[in-house]
Structures are given as C-alpha cells and as structure tokens.
DNA sequence: CCTATCATGTAATCCGTTACATGATTAT
DNA sequence: ATAATCATGTAACGGATTACATGATAGG
C-alpha cells in the first residue's frame, strides 16, 4: 500500500469521513468549510478527483445511489482509518514556513516610496482582521456547541488561529506607522532606487 | 504580456535580480537562501526552469558565458522591473493561511490517545525552537551588517518570523500540557473512538 | 412547465517536486 | 592524475487549480 502518496489533503478527506461518517463530495466540501478549511483549504474539485485516488489504494469505498442523482458515497475502510491513525502518530518533523506572499512583497518593498508601503501595511492590517473577525464568530459558535468526541481539539487550533490573527495585525499596524513615519521624514522620489 | 501567470516564486526572481544584479541560477540560490529562502523557498531546480519562462515573457534577458562553463546569467529587463513593480505595488488582498500540517494533525488528533497528543505537540516545539534559533542567528547577522538600499526591510520580515515562532512555541507547549493534563486525568486507551 | 439554483463531474494545464545525469574546478 | 566537490542542467511525474460542461431539484 503506497501511504506515501498521500499529501495532507488526502488526511484532510480521510479524517473527515472517518469522524463524520461517509459522505458525498458535496457534503465533504460543506465540512471543510465548516471546519479545518480554515486554515487548509482547497479548490472544490479536488474533492471529487482525490477520493478516487483513495479508493484505489484501498482507503476508501465508494457506493453509487442507486435512485436520481446516483451520487458517490464515501467511507473509510479499515486500511483508511489505519493510514490516518499512523499519520497522526508519527510526529516527525514537519517543516513550516510563513509562507505569506505580504511578507514577501514587504522583502522587496524597499524599492518603492514609503507611501506604498504603507498602503501594502495597511491593506494587509485590514485583511487580517476581517479573519480575525471571522475567527471569533466561529469561536462563539464554538463555545455553544456540546462537546463531542473525547477531546475536541478543533477549539485549539482556532486558538492558534486567533493569535495568529492578533500577531498579524499587530505586525502590519507597526509596519504601516514606520512606513510612515519613513515617508515623513523623507518624503521620496517614486523613482529611488529605480 | 501575460503577466498573471507569475506566481510569487517568479517574483523572487524578479525581486532578487532586480536589487543584486545579473546571475546564475547558482548565485539565485546562493541569494534566496541568504534572504526570503527562510520564509520562501523552493527547490534548486526551479531556479533553472524559472527564468526560462520569465525569458520568454520577455521580463529576463539571457546571456551566456562563453568561455569554459557557459552558464546562464539572467538580468531584468524593464519590462521585468515593470512587472516587479506592479506586483509589489498592487495592494489587492492576498489570502494567508495558517498551512501548517502540524496543526491540521492537531485537529483530527482527537482520535488518538492524549499521550500521542502530547508527543505531537512536544515534537512541534522542539521544531519551532530549532526555527528560532536560527532566525536569532539571522538576526544577529543583521545586527552588525550596514544598511542597504533606501531602508533594509528584510529585517522587518525576520521580526515577524521570530514573533511567529515564538507563538508557535507557545501554543505547542500549552498544547502539550493540556494533553499530559488530559491523560492524567484520563489515561484512555489506545483504541479510543477507533 | 420552466427557470434558477443547487449539485456534480471532467479535462486541460501548470507549478513545484523528485529523480536522474553530467560537466567543470580544485586540491592533494 | 584523480578524487572530491562544486555546479548545472533535464525529464518525468503528480497534486492542485482553472475552466468547462452538464444533471437534478425546487419554486414560481
């Protein structure tokens, strides 16, 4: 069984059903949505070709409706929930990076006037709070909801995303005031270091 | 022009040739590891494929030695330095995801036992304090180099790398004491909700 | 009944990665 | 010379994204 084509979306696929039970593509997408698409989303169609790739390596059934829309169901089998378990267990290094095209674009930003920097700070500072507001509404949504399973631990990782969140804008609003701080002190050319 | 078939990885490129002058795509390397390597990187071979398709838009222009190893050295043209400028100029919302595979592991690691959580999350520490270590180094490199350009901003990124990877530590070590809590509590077996 | 929308799939493409393979310098 | 390392490329593959295209259901 070649585990080792299995890119993190595929643990996403097989996580979900293996927690909610079987599902159409449709469905896996509105629980993405609803949870780990938060912070590892990916475009719908992958929702449909990758399950079929799970099936044949044997992690996953599929079954057809058999009236009208005669749509795929999904469920893990045993080698499925297998996989997902030894993934989960082996806690070798992942490597993380801030991979954060902003971040990126403020590397380079020397060569612009401060004033665009400052706007890049500021419409990065706006980004991140509008997630950070999202953020808090599923919290709250969170908080309400019982408890399922042993531990949830999806509250947890939505704590790191908030506090991502917080860093962020904290980060971006101090950018912003030393872009302008820069631009008043010596307001530049558009041109320098062309 | 087609220039929305850059990808932020061609804007590396872009950027790195733009403020150091022509290379190779050995000195690339050389550069994106000494830079946004650490907060943006990818494989070697990309350096070589890259700038093929950058020449052929026309933002690169090549040259060849013509001595012994011929090898390629790549300049922007204005057209690229247009092209670069755009890009950094264009405020336009960038999404930024949290995409980190420890964390998605985090979520689904309610099926596992609390002791594997709390390996998990001890693993993602040391990982996290590895990371920072080497940002500090950076830093201090930093420190003692002279200023650049019209205002060094690749010090800014790094600050915000070290504050992420001080959160990352953080939480992964709260983590793991909420796990070592739970299991204390609750020393489940290892077949919990299989 | 018909239209809007919900739902489902497929095909083409592309970027990034891994693996393969070789050429040039330097040092001993 | 020759080994070791530095440097340079190419080819194949695969996951992810975009674009395309159609089927089913509900509501007016």
Chains 1, 2 share one sequence.
Not at 57 to 72: I, Y
Not at 137 to 151: D, L
Not at 180 to 188: I, K, L, N, V
């Amino acid at each position: 069984m070649n585990t080792s084509s299995l890119s993190p979306s595929s643990y996403v696929i097989l996580g979900l059903l293996a927690t909610c039970g079987p599902a159409t593509p449709y469905e896996l997408k509105k629980l993405v949505d609803g949870s780990v698409g938060y912070f590892w989303s990916f475009p719908r169609a992958q929702l449909y070709v990758e399950p079929e790739r799970l099936v044949s390596l044997g992690l996953l059934t599929e079954q057809r409706e058999e009236g009208g829309r005669r749509r795929r169901v999904y469920s893990v089998t045993d080698a499925g929930r297998a996989a997902l378990m030894a993934w989960l267990a082996d806690e070798a290094t992942i490597a993380v990076e801030l991979r954060d095209a902003g971040l990126l674009k403020l590397h380079f930003a020397g060569m612009m006037g401060a004033e665009r920097v400052a706007r890049l700070a500021r419409a990065q500072t706006d980004l991140h709070r509008q997630r950070l507001e999202e953020y808090e509404r599923i919290a709250a949504s969170f908080a309400s909801a019982g408890e399922g399973a042993p531990r949830d631990l999806s509250m947890d990782t939505l704590r790191m995303g908030l506090a991502y969140e917080r860093l962020s804008i904290a980060f971006w609003e101090e950018e912003a005031l030393r872009a302008e701080e820069a631009g008043a002190a010596r307001p530049q050319s558009t041109t320098e270091r062309a």
